[in-house]
C-alpha cells in the first residue's frame, strides 16, 4: 500500500532532550515536507526537500533540523525541544513538487513539558 | 502576500443534507487548488486537485468548482453522511516546489 509513515504517532518528552520524529514514504517520491499543525492556525511548513541531499527551510523552520539521505526518509529532528513546539506534525510526500497532489502521513502528536 | 480564505469557519447540518463550503485565495502565480479532508488528529486526505484551466472536479458526492478570474472556490458536499464530518482545508499551490498555502479549514459537523 502506498503510504508516508511516520514514527511516533504520539510523544512526550522534557524540554532540551533530543528527540526525531521519523518518516519514510514508499512510493519513490521527489519531494517531502513537514508541517505543524496549531489550533487556529492551519498548516504551516517547517522544511521541504526536492531530492536526496537537499533541502531548505518552510515558513517556521526555528528549532528544527532535517535530512534527507536518502529518497524514502526525511526525519524531522528537535535537537533542544521547548514548550513551544508542541504541537501536530505532518510529514507529507509529493512525486514532484507543487503539481501533483501530496500524501500525508497519519502525524505525530508532541508534547514538550 | 499569498492567502487563502475559507468561509464558514464552522457548519453544523443535518445528516442527508446538501452544504457548499467557500475558499477565496490570493495566491499568485497560481498552479493548482486542492481540497482537502481532515479527520480530527489524522493527516489530510485529497479530494480534489484543479488547474487552471479546469472549473469542476467530482469525487463522489463531493464537487469542487474553481473560478480563476474571481480566485474563488467551491466544495459541494451532497447528501451528507454523519462520516463527513471532518474539517475540509482549501489549499492553493504556486507554481515551483515549495510554497503551498493553507486555509485555515472548515470544520463540518453533520448531525444525526
Known amino acids: 500500500e502506498a503510504q508516508v509513515t511516520q514514527n511516533p504517532r504520539y510523544l512526550i518528552t522534557v524540554t532540551g532532550k533530543k528527540l526525531t520524529v521519523t518518516c519514510s514514504q514508499n512510493m519513490n517520491h521527489e519531494y517531502m515536507s513537514w508541517y505543524r499543525q496549531d489550533p487556529g492556525l492551519g498548516l504551516r511548513q517547517i522544511y521541504y526537500s526536492m531530492n536526496v541531499e537537499v533541502t531548505d527551510k518552510g515558513d517556521v523552520p526555528e528549532g528544527y533540523k532535517v535530512s534527507r539521505k536518502e529518497k524514502r526518509n526525511f526525519p524531522l529532528i528537535l535537537e533542544s525541544p521547548s514548550p513551544n513546539q508542541t504541537s501536530l506534525y505532518f510529514c507529507?510526500?509529493?512525486?514532484?513538487?507543487?503539481?501533483?497532489?501530496?500524501?500525508f502521513g497519519s502525524g505525530t502528536r508532541l508534547t514538550v513539558v | 502576500k499569498n492567502q487563502v480564505e475559507q468561509s464558514p469557519q464552522s457548519l453544523i447540518i443535518l445528516e442527508g443534507k446538501n452544504c457548499t463550503l467557500q475558499c477565496n485565495y490570493t495566491v499568485s502565480p497560481f498552479s493548482n487548488l486542492r481540497w482537502y479532508k481532515q479527520d480530527t488528529g489524522r493527516g489530510p486526505v485529497s479530494l480534489t486537485i484543479m488547474t487552471f484551466s479546469e472549473n469542476t472536479k467530482s469525487n463522489g458526492r463531493y464537487t469542487a468548482t474553481l473560478d480563476a478570474d474571481t480566485k474563488q472556490s467551491s466544495l459541494h458536499i451532497t447528501a451528507s453522511q454523519l462520516s463527513d464530518s471532518a474539517s475540509y482545508i482549501c489549499v492553493v499551490a504556486n507554481s515551483g516546489y515549495s510554497t503551498l498555502t493553507f486555509g485555515k479549514g472548515t470544520m463540518l459537523l453533520v448531525s444525526p
Open positions: 507529507a510526500s509529493s512525486p514532484h513538487g507543487n503539481n501533483y497532489g501530496y500524501t
